[in-house]
């Protein structure tokens, strides 16, 4: 069993995608997602408990960590066999929960916990070197006592490998770079496609140029 844990700070987006996900497996109605970020809606850009499927409130930057932290370290202790997956952003990194699970991750040397970092480089309307400074991030995470791996975050090729690569009674983190909005030229690296819909002519133009590709 490979249980996944997705955490999300700030992205609508990324609620939007588990939404869809939920309903391809049949855990919600389709016709629910209609219903997205609208007045009343259940749906909203940050996921909650309240929707079937969702098992925590992700909303609030610093949780997803910990939440995980907490089942890999019972699988640990209780000899089962499964995996805990973190998806992260780099803004997460700015809270002091996250740090604290770090620390406590590496002392109890929980192989069977990944975190995946989002390296965008944005987070909220800024850049991440502006809010709150990470660099060097792959230092911090190698000083907290995990197994780090950088890569390129749209190179399937090295996602997978970074997924796969055994681990040596570590935690792993794998710092993936991104640039937001990779593959659609009038998004990339745009923080305010982080928040505003695209218009009906940006839809159909991004969906040509992902479709070239």
Avoid at 97 to 125: F, G, K, P, Y
Wanted: glycine letters at 8%; charged letters at 25%.
């Amino acid at each position: 069993m490979v249980l996944i844990w997705l955490i999300f700070y700030y992205q609508g987006c990324a609620a939007a995608t588990s939404y869809a996900f939920l309903e391809e497996k049949g855990i919600i109605p389709k016709e629910d997602l209609a219903t997205y970020c609208q007045e009343g809606s259940k749906y909203i850009g940050l996921v909650e408990r309240s929707v079937r499927g969702i098992e925590a409130s992700t909303g609030s930057m610093g949780h997803g960590l910990p939440i995980g932290l907490g089942m890999a370290l019972g699988a640990k202790r209780s000899g089962s066999k499964w995996k805990t997956y973190i998806l992260m952003s780099d803004g997460e990194m700015d809270c002091g929960t996250t740090w604290e699970s770090a620390l406590i991750a590496s002392h109890h040397q929980l192989d069977n916990l990944m975190v995946i970092v989002d390296c965008n480089r944005w987070q909220a309307i800024g850049r991440t070197e502006a809010v709150l400074n990470l660099e060097p991030l792959t230092d911090k995470w190698r000083s907290f006592g995990w197994d780090v791996r950088e890569i390129d975050g749209h190179n399937f090729e090295a996602i997978e490998k970074a997924l796969s690569a055994p681990t040596r009674e570590q935690p792993v983190v794998v710092i993936a770079n991104t640039i937001k909005g990779k593959g659609v030229s009038f998004m990339e690296d745009k923080v305010i496609y982080h928040y505003k819909n695209t218009s009906d002519e940006e839809y159909q133009r991004a969906l040509e140029e992902l479709n070239a590709q």
